[in-house]
């Protein structure tokens, strides 16, 4: 059971607006930057959004992320069926000396 | 352009020990932190350990520590992860990814493909 708690699934139709919450504690998210990995079915995860709210380049300006506290949230908008995938956020925990991942959230494109 | 490669599946028995490799290329190895994250199968990620190719420093998670081993060869760009006394629920994909770090913070930037460890007698 992970530290850092997702919802196991979320869902939405094409062209909506979704959003994946993430909750931590103060040794986690609450003292350090978080980030999201989006894994497709069968590939390595893929850095999505780095330092709470950043994109790397080429990543879709249809992602984003916020943080307050000791929780954040990622915000997908104009939903695609390519958005079909896992994602994970993550945030390094003081206590443990290293990053602690959330359980992960399946999306579902309707 | 950056890279991580790393070894190809492998079929344990109980007890035994694997050894994961990963060659790291477009890129100062020495200047970034390599760290393993394993996902057995259908379910989350799970940090590992990390191991850092300029000084060989190195911390793991508690509940693999005295079983994994972080070693790094410098000479070839490459790191190892070797995990002993294995079990079935080692059963797992096992990933490196470099750690970017800078004044904001730290994430995995970078991926190897993943390699597939069976535990199975």
Known sequence: QSV??????ASGTPGQRVTISCSGSSSNIGSNTINWYQQLPGTAPKLLIYSNNQ???????????????????????????????????????DSLNGPVFGGGTKLTVL | QVQLAQSGAEVKKPGASVRVSCKASGYTFTGYYIHWVRQA???GLEWMGRINPNNDGKNSAQMLQGRVTMTIDTSISTAYMELSRLRSD???????????????????????????ITVSS
């Open chain 2, 41 to 43: 199968p259908g379910q």
């Open chain 2, 90 to 116: 080692d059963t797992a994909v096992y990933y490196c990814a470099r750690q970017y770090y800078d004044s904001r913070g730290y994430y995995f930037d970078y991926w190897g493909q993943g390699t597939l």
């Open chain 1, 4 to 9: 850092v708690t997702q919802p196991p699934s």
């Open chain 1, 55 to 93: 994109r790397p380049s080429g990543v879709t300006d249809r992602f984003s992320g916020s943080k307050s506290g000791t929780s954040a949230s990622l915000a997908i908008s104009g939903l695609q069926s390519e958005d079909e995938a896992d994602y994970y956020c993550a945030a390094w925990d």
